[in-house]
């Protein structure tokens, strides 16, 4: 059960990053904030489990890396999906609203 | 994908370290800015900032775990960590690293020795279908006769080759000097029983084993490399052995080993048997000194093979008469090659390998105790790195990579000290060690080797890991807490415990054996070794073996011209020479006339030791009764034979034994012999043989002269520098007769102990070993106690305690754990003796004495181990420990 879950979130978060990416190239920051906002608050990615999550996603191929400077003038490494990313969201988009849609009508019958 | 990642990931793993962390703190960063921005004052944004993304370190550990490659990385890491910690502490390191050294060599010495031996199969193909088939005399192992072979060979349905061989020993001429060589006389089916051909040239045929034929012989490999150049066309051409023309048919492979007899160097056909005399019992082929090998059909069964022969045994058929003493009434024992040729050591093998088990046992539970101690003094450092997100798996993964690595540094060294050890199992090998030139690290022992260091990698940290991960890291963090310590203490004296239980085990066995040879060395073997020279001289088969033959006449020239030698005492020859290991060949039925022929004790067989008159002189057994053997008992006069004084005692009593007549052998045909003297008991087939019935009877007055006889030489002084000149006395007489087995009595006495002291001396070290380590780690054990203990111990001095208080405080501490050690060793050792029952003498697996003396040195030893702690502890100034408080 704990297991079934970790995977969905997994699989929750990586698509989260995939689509809070698809408007253009972010730092790790404004990925959490976007985020936040797309979900209206729901989802709070903390950096324990963000920073994973890009550097897996980098080595799958699925995003690619540049450092440019932040807002604050600081040196931050920003994020675009890579054409591996746009069909990974494709797909992960979706599988994910089969999934919604088979819960939501199992939930009204 | 992943190896191009991982590769990046380690090339460049500094870059990568740096950029991850200036990712994670520029986060945090920008995290504080917003939170100015919003109004929080600087310096309690950085702290929101801070907490809410979990810490810069936690976060980045996180990360790297997800990284391609990570395990490596984290693996080098501990590998760099773990080599720095094994440096900083060179004594630990030193300590644990010999102590696995020790163990892990002694274990791959006795472990590369053992394994040809019992487990790897023999050089031959299929292997297990050879068989070893014996007859069966007193319920041990007897040689058969050669018309029991004719009967199986012919009447078997279960075998592809059956053989029977012995050995042989020509003399060949024809290069610089005759040489004698070792060598076996074989049936056509020895080469196919072993499943071996020749390599150059053919196998021996059935048409070989004629009568008087056309003589044959085939060269080992290295024969053919030493005498005749490793020429080929030495095939098809004649060579001279024992004045006979034997034309060579063919040379052996180069890697045959011939574990029947792995010196024989050159095999000859069998062709000294005449089948014709099968009705004649009266002849060598009704001797029983043949050995059977053979080799099973593929589709026949051990059990089918053993059926098939007991069956033949049973049912005796007209074609096949057998005179009782190879009646095979009791059938035959049948084995296969590898146990049957193992058989003598195997107890002895296993008991060694079972004491070096124990040793490498304590050498671990030792280095165990080390590496718990070292982690109590590493829990800040634990904490420290907890603390900076490591997970309690990565301390784990950490700790066990030290241990690992202190293990193959262990292994490598122990690995050199196998090669010096192996040397010594080989120097100090019994020669009935088969197999012995296949011992040697090879490639099996090197994965033995890896193997155990592996094993004991992982079993000495896997303790200390999770008691060091388990630890209340706030405790730790807290510099001098020593609240903890008391699992620590409770798994360290178990271990201590286990150590004392096990060296007690090792060192009872010990004393067993070591009993057992004093016990045995104890044993008067009926004769005065010293000063007494030794040599067989075996006569060439052509010879006329009856009473007044040619070969009687030489054994009686050539003992003339051995007493003429200055310095020779007397000397003798005797047919049977006793403790020389001679096959049992020399017994014989026993029936006296006053049983009205039954056998002596119920078929229980004498040794018939045919001896010049000079023997009881040259080997000082003495005279109880009657005369001794003289000149004047010759094939004319009246049969004179002497008996043993307990076998005498045990068939007269008191009755007078002297005039009584006795027949040697169940021949009718074979003369009475009348009792003319009873001599002391002599152990003939070894000093722990019980079997002492004993006919003594001069060569003229036997019924045929054995082809090989021993020369006993009496010397006044050192006998051993008579050699030359005794050999020289002996070819005066006929120099085409071979000197063998030249030996002091005092050698051959040695040499039957020879396993035994192997078996003692192994455990003897091994019980050593196990002592010294027990005692360090009893001394280890006290040494944190007393440290821990300081502030208790100067307490107690300040409210008065008297100095000897404290020290007899830490030695009845000490003395506690060796008692439960000892108590658990016992009941170990009882088990440990019956193990080994079959390596003893003279004494029970129980022996009070040896328990009593072990008791007693492992008190002293363990007394010593808590002195220098206990003193050290008794040392304590009060003022000083508390003030440090």
Same mark, same amino acid.
């Given at each position: 059960?704990?297991?079934?879950?970790?995977?969905?979130?997994?699989?929750?978060?990586?698509?989260?990053?995939?689509?809070?990416?698809?408007?253009?190239?972010?730092?790790?920051?404004? !990925?959490?904030?976007? !985020?936040?906002?797309?979900?209206?608050?729901?989802?709070?990615?903390?950096?324990?489990?963000?920073?994973?999550?890009?550097?897996?996603?980098?080595?799958?191929?699925?995003?690619? +890396?540049?450092?440019?400077?932040?807002?604050?003038?600081?040196r931050?490494?920003?994020?675009?999906?890579?054409?591996?990313?746009?069909?990974?969201?494709? +797909?992960?988009?979706?599988?994910?609203?089969? !999934?919604?849609?088979? !819960?939501e009508?199992?939930?009204? +019958? | 994908?992943?190896?191009?990642?991982?590769?990046?990931?380690?090339? $460049?793993?500094?870059?990568?370290?740096?950029?991850?962390?200036e990712?994670?703190?520029g986060?945090?960063?920008?995290?504080?800015?917003?939170?100015?921005?919003?109004?929080?004052?600087?310096?309690?944004?950085?702290?929101?900032?801070?907490?809410?993304?979990?810490?810069?370190e936690?976060?980045?550990?996180?990360?790297?775990?997800?990284?391609?490659?990570?395990?490596?990385?984290?693996?080098?890491?501990?590998?760099r960590?773990?080599?720095r910690?094994?440096?900083?502490?060179?004594?630990?390191?030193?300590?644990?690293?010999?102590?696995?050294?020790?163990?892990?060599g002694?274990?791959?010495?006795?472990?590369?020795?053992?394994?040809?031996?019992?487990?790897?199969?023999?050089?031959?193909?299929?292997?297990?279908?050879?068989?070893?088939?014996?007859?069966?005399?007193?319920?041990?192992?007897?040689? /058969?006769?050669?018309?029991?072979?004719?009967?199986?060979?012919?009447?078997?349905?279960?075998?592809?080759?059956?053989?029977?061989?012995? *050995?042989?020993?020509?003399?060949?001429?024809?290069?610089?000097?005759?040489e004698?060589?070792?060598?076996?006389?074989?049936?056509?089916?020895?080469?196919?029983?072993?499943?071996?051909?020749?390599?150059?040239?053919?196998?021996?045929?059935?048409?070989?084993?004629?009568?008087?034929?056309?003589?044959?012989?085939? &060269?080992?490999?290295?024969?053919?490399?030493?005498r005749?150049?490793?020429?080929?066309?030495i095939?098809?051409?004649?060579?001279?052995?024992?004045?006979?023309?034997?034309?060579?048919i @063919?040379?052996?492979?180069?890697?045959?080993?011939?574990?029947?007899?792995?010196?024989?160097?050159?095999?000859?056909s069998?062709?000294?048997?005449?089948?014709?005399?099968? $009705?004649?019992?009266?002849?060598?082929?009704?001797?029983?000194? #043949?050995?059977?090998?053979?080799?099973?059909?593929?589709?026949?069964?051990?059990?089918?093979? $053993?059926?098939?022969i007991?069956?033949?045994a049973?049912? *005796?058929?007209?074609?096949?008469?057998?005179p009782?003493?190879?009646?095979?009434?009791?059938?035959?024992? /049948?084995?296969?090659?590898?146990?049957d040729?193992?058989?003598?050591?195997?107890?002895?093998?296993?008991?060694?390998?079972?004491?070096v088990?124990?040793?490498?046992?304590?050498?671990?539970?030792?280095?165990?105790?080390?590496?718990?101690a070292?982690?109590?003094?590493?829990?800040?450092?634990?904490?420290?790195?907890?603390?900076?997100?490591?997970?309690?798996?990565?301390?784990?993964?950490?700790?066990?990579?030290?241990s690992?690595?202190?293990?193959?540094?262990?292994?490598a060294?122990?690995?050199?000290?196998?090669?010096?050890?192996?040397?010594? /199992?080989?120097?100090?090998? *019994?020669?009935?060690?088969?197999?012995?030139?296949?011992?040697?690290?090879?490639?099996?022992?090197?994965?033995?080797?890896? @193997?155990?260091?592996?094993?004991?990698?992982?079993?000495?940290?896997?303790?200390?890991?999770?008691?060091?991960?388990?630890?209340?890291?706030?405790?730790?963090?807290?510099?001098?807490?020593?609240?903890?310590?008391?699992?620590?203490?409770?798994?360290?004296?178990?271990?201590?415990?286990?150590?004392?239980?096990?060296?007690?085990v090792?060192?009872v066995?010990?004393?067993?054996?070591?009993?057992? #040879?004093?016990?045995?060395?104890?044993?008067?073997?009926?004769?005065?070794?010293?000063?007494?020279?030794?040599?067989?001289?075996?006569?060439?088969?052509?010879?006329?073996?009856?009473?007044?033959?040619?070969?009687? =006449?030489?054994?009686?020239?050539?003992?003339?011209?051995?007493?003429?030698?200055? @310095?020779?005492?007397?000397?003798a020859?005797?047919?049977?020479?006793?403790l %020389?290991?001679? *096959?049992?060949?020399?017994?014989?039925?026993?029936?006296?006339? $006053?049983?009205?022929?039954?056998?002596?004790?119920?078929?229980?067989?004498?040794?018939?030791?045919?001896?010049?008159?000079?023997?009881?002189?040259?080997?000082?057994?003495?005279?109880?009764?009657?005369?001794?053997l =003289?000149?004047?008992?010759?094939?004319?006069?009246?049969?004179?034979?002497l008996?043993?004084?307990?076998?005498?005692r045990?068939?007269?009593?008191?009755?007078?034994?002297?005039? =009584?007549?006795?027949?040697?052998?169940?021949?009718?045909?074979?003369?009475?012999?009348?009792?003319?003297?009873?001599?002391?008991?002599?152990?003939?087939?070894?000093?722990?043989?019980?079997?002492?019935?004993t006919?003594?009877?001069?060569?003229?007055?036997?019924?045929?002269?054995?082809?090989?006889?021993?020369?006993?030489?009496?010397?006044?002084?050192?006998?051993?520098?008579?050699?030359?000149?005794?050999?020289?006395?002996?070819?005066?007489?006929?120099?085409?007769?071979a000197?063998?087995?030249?030996?002091?009595?005092?050698?051959?006495?040695?040499?039957?102990?020879?396993?035994?002291?192997?078996?003692?001396?192994?455990?003897?070290?091994?019980?050593?070993?196990? #002592?010294?380590?027990?005692?360090?780690?009893?001394?280890?054990?006290?040494?944190?106690?007393v440290?821990?203990?300081?502030?208790?111990i100067?307490?107690?001095?300040?409210?008065?305690?008297?100095?000897?208080?404290?020290?007899?405080l830490?030695?009845?501490? @000490?003395?506690?754990?060796?008692?439960?050690? %000892?108590?658990?060793?016992?009941?170990?050792?009882?088990?440990?003796?019956?193990?080994?029952?079959?390596?003893?003498?003279?004494?029970?697996?129980?022996d009070?004495?040896?328990?009593?003396?072990?008791?007693?040195?492992? %008190?002293?030893?363990?007394?010593?181990?808590?002195? &220098?702690?206990?003193?050290? %502890?008794s040392?304590?100034?009060?003022?000083?420990t508390?003030?440090?408080?």
């Amino acid at each position: 059960m704990g297991n079934e879950q970790t995977e969905l979130l997994q699989g929750t978060l990586d698509m989260l990053i995939l689509k809070s990416l698809a408007l253009g190239e972010m730092h790790g920051l404004g !990925i959490s904030r976007r !985020i936040e906002q797309i979900t209206r608050g729901t989802f709070l990615v903390k950096p324990g489990s963000l920073f994973p999550a890009l550097h897996r996603m980098e080595e799958q191929g699925w995003l690619k +890396a540049s450092w440019g400077e932040s807002e604050n003038k600081r040196r931050a490494r920003y994020y675009q999906l890579t054409k591996a990313g746009r069909r990974r969201l494709g +797909a992960e988009t979706q599988r994910w609203s089969r !999934i919604s849609l088979a !819960i939501e009508r199992a939930l009204e +019958a | 994908m992943w190896l191009k990642n991982a590769l990046r990931n380690w090339t $460049k793993r500094r870059e990568v370290s740096a950029e991850l962390d200036e990712e994670v703190r520029g986060y945090v960063e920008m995290m504080a800015h917003e939170k100015i921005r919003a109004g929080v004052d600087a310096h309690r944004a950085r702290r929101e900032a801070n907490m809410e993304s979990g810490g810069v370190e936690q976060v980045k550990e996180q990360t790297r775990e997800v990284r391609a490659g990570h395990f490596l990385e984290t693996l080098w890491q501990d590998i760099r960590y773990g080599t720095r910690m094994l440096r900083k502490s060179p004594g630990f390191t030193a300590v644990a690293v010999l102590t696995l050294a020790l163990g892990i060599g002694a274990n791959t010495a006795i472990f590369s020795a053992v394994d040809p031996i019992l487990f790897e199969p023999l050089p031959y193909p299929h292997p297990e279908r050879i068989m070893m088939i014996w007859g069966i005399f007193q319920g041990a192992r007897s040689q /058969v006769t050669f018309f029991n072979y004719r009967e199986l060979l012919k009447r078997n349905h279960s075998f592809d080759a059956l053989a029977i061989f012995e *050995p042989w020993q020509p003399t060949m001429i024809g290069g610089a000097e005759p040489e004698r060589l070792e060598g076996q006389n074989v049936s056509y089916g020895y080469f196919r029983a072993l499943g071996v051909e020749p390599a150059v040239g053919r196998d021996f045929q059935p048409a070989d084993d004629t009568y008087q034929g056309a003589p044959v012989a085939i &060269l080992s490999y290295g024969l053919w490399q030493r005498r005749f150049g490793a020429d080929r066309s030495i095939v098809g051409r004649q060579i001279t052995l024992d004045g006979s023309a034997y034309t060579v048919i @063919g040379i052996m492979p180069r890697g045959f080993e011939n574990v029947l007899d792995p010196t024989a160097e050159i095999w000859s056909s069998e062709q000294q048997y005449n089948p014709a005399t099968i $009705k004649d019992t009266n002849t060598g082929e009704w001797g029983n000194h #043949l050995s059977i090998v053979a080799r099973l059909r593929p589709n026949a069964t051990f059990a089918q093979a $053993k059926a098939d022969i007991e069956t033949i045994a049973r049912t *005796p058929v007209p074609d096949f008469p057998r005179p009782r003493w190879a009646s095979l009434r009791l059938g035959f024992i /049948v084995d296969s090659l590898q146990a049957d040729i193992t058989r003598g050591v195997k107890p002895a093998l296993i008991a060694v390998l079972g004491a070096v088990m124990l040793v490498l046992l304590i050498a671990c539970v030792n280095v165990t105790n080390l590496l718990l101690a070292r982690g109590a003094q590493r829990r800040g450092e634990f904490a420290m790195r907890a603390a900076l997100g490591a997970g309690r798996s990565r301390l784990i993964q950490q700790l066990l990579t030290e241990s690992l690595l202190l293990a193959l540094v262990g292994g490598a060294l122990g690995l050199l000290f196998a090669q010096m050890f192996v040397r010594g /199992v080989i120097a100090l090998s *019994p020669a009935n060690l088969p197999r012995i030139n296949a011992i040697g690290l090879d490639r099996n022992a090197f994965f033995f080797a890896l @193997g155990i260091t592996t094993l004991i990698g992982l079993l000495v940290g896997l303790v200390p890991a999770l008691h060091a991960s388990h630890s209340d890291l706030q405790a730790g963090l807290k510099e001098g807490s020593r609240q903890t310590a008391g699992t620590h203490q409770f798994t360290r004296r178990a271990l201590v415990v286990a150590e004392v239980a096990l060296a007690l085990v090792l060192l009872v066995s010990a004393g067993l054996l070591l009993r057992s #040879l004093t016990q045995l060395f104890s044993v008067n073997p009926g004769f005065d070794a010293s000063n007494v020279l030794t040599m067989q001289v075996q006569t060439s088969a052509q010879m006329n073996s009856s009473p007044t033959g040619n070969r009687e =006449q030489f054994f009686k020239q050539a003992i003339e011209n051995v007493q003429r030698v200055p @310095g020779v005492e007397s000397a003798a020859f005797t047919s049977f020479l006793p403790l %020389a290991d001679d *096959p049992l060949m020399g017994l014989y039925g026993g029936f006296f006339e $006053k049983d009205n022929g039954a056998p002596v004790g119920g078929g229980y067989g004498v040794f018939r030791c045919l001896v010049t008159p000079d023997y009881f002189k040259a080997m000082r057994i003495p005279l109880r009764r009657g005369r001794l053997l =003289q000149a004047t008992d010759v094939a004319t006069s009246p049969h004179a034979v002497l008996i043993n004084e307990s076998l005498a005692r045990r068939e007269f009593g008191n009755q007078n034994p002297l005039g =009584q007549r006795i027949k040697i052998g169940g021949h009718p045909n074979w003369p009475w012999y009348t009792i003319v003297g009873v001599v002391g008991d002599v152990r003939q087939d070894s000093l722990a043989g019980t079997h002492l019935d004993t006919a003594y009877m001069t060569p003229e007055q036997s019924w045929f002269v054995d082809q090989a006889m021993s020369l006993v030489v009496r010397a006044h002084g050192n006998s051993s520098a008579l050699t030359s000149e005794i050999k020289n006395a002996i070819w005066a007489a006929d120099k085409n007769q071979a000197i063998v087995r030249t030996a002091t009595m005092d050698s051959l006495l040695a040499a039957t102990v020879a396993q035994r002291r192997f078996t003692l001396i192994l455990f003897e070290a091994f019980g050593i070993v196990a #002592l010294a380590l027990a005692a360090i780690g009893i001394y280890g054990v006290l040494s944190g106690s007393v440290a821990e203990r300081t502030r208790e111990i100067g307490i107690r001095l300040a409210l008065g305690a008297p100095r000897a208080n404290i020290l007899s405080l830490i030695v009845r501490q @000490g003395m506690l754990l060796t008692a439960v050690g %000892a108590i658990i060793g016992i009941s170990g050792s009882f088990a440990a003796g019956r193990a080994i029952a079959s390596q003893l003498f003279g004494i029970t697996p129980l022996d009070a004495t040896t328990y009593a003396g072990v008791i007693v040195l492992l %008190a002293i030893v363990s007394v010593g181990a808590c002195w &220098l702690p206990a003193w050290r %502890a008794s040392r304590v100034d009060p003022c000083v420990t508390l003030r440090a408080e």
